[in-house]
């Protein structure tokens, strides 16, 4: 790159790189912020056409990806460009830090002329001829200083004002980002990268209180296709927002719902016993089953709808795909048995 960016422009690009990474789940180190920076400014297209193919396939770029594409039209000059500028906090954290450095200067140097005028005043004889202009030009020094300083104080007090303006800009865009990147666009739901990542985390915890039990639940709608097929994909939609709402009205601090994909959801929750569990998720059940469907007029009833559920108690040191496989073997017990149930995989 051969000129450098203002910082502004770099905050800019910070700015719309950071969504971006977070929606694509890339950590926000300063080569992917390097790949991202020259995707936005569009310095090089064949770059941008190499990037959105990766994102168009898989819908992320991987660690590997992103180096071969820095590799390939970046050099070692950007990525030190690139952490000079590409981290907008630390740029304002170093201007805060050299406006405190600036303030500390001027402030002992005011308290070291403090200090000397209030020797040549203690140790002037008053009644001595030019005493009293010593005197006078001391008190108009530390005037003209005093104002000086306060000057600065004043600017000082300015740029702090921006730097937490702009330091809580840039939070809140990471935290709306993550936030977008982790529901689901159509139900509100946490989607299906927020259930991987809390899968992890549940599956870690193993310091249940006694007695507790932790469970996995996934629920598919009964049938829906043929719902699709018979009122349109909208009519489908609407469905999915309305199990959803009822899933949400159900769960309380006990749960966390989730839109596993397509017609299936799914719950994680710590319960004080099996029998406690099924029958929270029971009532879900019969809740999901109160669910009565209209036409566009809402004056005819064009359907009900059901769901079956699969429940997987959680065992010490689970593993996340063996929970969900065990959940996905009881959901296909309950579709077996008749659906619009609930099944159980304790073991
Ligand atoms: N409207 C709508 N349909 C979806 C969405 N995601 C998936 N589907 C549809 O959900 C249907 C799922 O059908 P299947 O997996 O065959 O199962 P089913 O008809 O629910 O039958 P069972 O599970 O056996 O009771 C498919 O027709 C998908 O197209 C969505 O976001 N909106």
Same mark, same amino acid.
């Given at each position: 790159?051969?000129?450098?960016?203002?910082?502004?422009?770099?905050?800019?690009?910070?700015?719309?790189?950071?969504?971006?990474?977070?929606?694509?789940?890339?950590?926000?180190?300063?080569?992917?912020?390097?790949?991202?920076?020259?995707?936005?400014?569009?310095?090089?297209?064949?770059?941008?056409?190499?990037?959105?193919?990766?994102?168009?396939?898989?819908?992320?770029?991987?660690?590997?990806?992103?180096?071969?594409?820095?590799?390939?039209? $970046? !050099?070692?000059? +950007? =990525? &030190?460009?690139?952490?000079? @500028?590409?981290?907008?906090? %630390?740029? *304002?954290?170093?201007?805060?830090?050299?406006?405190?450095?600036?303030?500390?200067?001027?402030?002992?140097?005011?308290?070291?002329?403090?200090?000397?005028?209030?020797?040549? $005043? !203690?140790?002037? +004889? =008053? &009644?001595?001829?030019?005493? @009293?202009?010593?005197?006078? %030009?001391? *008190?108009?020094?530390?005037?003209?200083?005093?104002?000086?300083?306060?000057?600065?104080?004043?600017?000082?007090?300015?740029?702090?004002?921006?730097?937490?303006?702009?330091?809580?800009?840039?939070?809140?865009?990471?935290?709306?980002?993550?936030?977008?990147?982790?529901? %689901?666009?159509?139900?509100?739901?946490?989607?299906?990268?927020?259930?991987?990542?809390?899968?992890?985390?549940?599956?870690?915890?193993?310091?249940?209180?006694?007695?507790?039990?932790?469970?996995?639940?996934?629920?598919?709608?009964?049938?829906?296709?043929?719902?699709?097929?018979?009122?349109?994909?909208?009519?489908?939609?609407?469905?999915?927002?309305?199990?959803?709402?009822?899933?949400?009205?159900?769960?309380?601090?006990?749960?966390?719902?989730?839109?596993?994909?397509?017609?299936?959801?799914?719950?994680?929750?710590?319960?004080?016993?099996?029998?406690?569990?099924?029958?929270?998720?029971?009532?879900?059940?019969?809740?999901?089953?109160?669910?009565?469907?209209?036409?566009?007029?809402?004056?005819?009833?064009?359907?009900?709808?059901?769901?079956?559920?699969?429940?997987?108690?959680?065992?010490?040191?689970?593993?996340?795909?063996?929970?969900?496989?065990?959940?996905?073997?009881?959901?296909?017990?309950?579709?077996?048995?008749?659906?619009?149930?609930?099944?159980?995989?304790?073991?």
């Amino acid at each position: 790159m051969d000129v450098e960016p203002s910082m502004a422009y770099s905050g800019a690009c910070l700015k719309q790189a950071i969504p971006l990474m977070v929606k694509y789940k890339m950590p926000i180190t300063p080569l992917n912020y390097a790949v991202w920076y020259c995707y936005i400014s569009q310095r090089n297209i064949a770059l941008n056409k190499e990037l959105d193919a990766f994102l168009e396939v898989q819908q992320n770029c991987t660690h590997e990806q992103a180096k071969y594409l820095f590799d390939k039209y $970046l !050099s070692s000059e +950007d =990525l &030190s460009l690139f952490y000079r @500028l590409s981290d907008g906090f %630390d740029n *304002v954290i170093n201007r805060v830090h050299q406006g405190i450095s600036d303030t500390l200067v001027r402030s002992n140097h005011f308290t070291n002329r403090l200090q000397q005028c209030q020797q040549r $005043l !203690s140790i002037s +004889d =008053l &009644s001595e001829a030019g005493a @009293l202009d010593e005197v006078l %030009d001391c *008190v108009a020094r530390l005037s003209d200083e005093s104002i000086e300083l306060q000057h600065h104080a004043n600017h000082f007090q300015h740029q702090l004002a921006s730097a937490y303006a702009e330091i809580k800009d840039l939070k809140n865009e990471l935290l709306s980002s993550k936030a977008k990147a982790e529901v %689901d666009k159509l139900t509100g739901l946490f989607n299906r990268g927020k259930f991987d990542e809390d899968m992890q985390a549940f599956c870690q915890q193993n310091r249940l209180k006694s007695p507790q039990v932790a469970i996995l639940a996934i629920l598919d709608i009964d049938h829906f296709k043929q719902f699709n097929d018979l009122y349109g994909h909208q009519k489908g939609d609407d469905v999915l927002k309305r199990v959803a709402k009822k899933l949400v009205l159900c769960a309380d601090n006990k749960v966390r719902v989730y839109r596993y994909g397509g017609e299936e959801f799914c719950l994680t929750g710590k319960f004080s016993s099996i029998s406690e569990a099924v029958n929270f998720v029971q009532k879900m059940r019969q809740s999901i089953a109160g669910l009565v469907i209209k036409d566009s007029r809402k004056s005819k009833v064009v359907g009900k709808v059901t769901a079956s559920f699969g429940i997987a108690i959680k065992a010490v040191n689970s593993k996340p795909d063996k929970l969900i496989a065990k959940a996905d073997k009881a959901l296909y017990l309950a579709k077996e048995h008749g659906r619009n149930r609930v099944e159980v995989i304790a073991e």
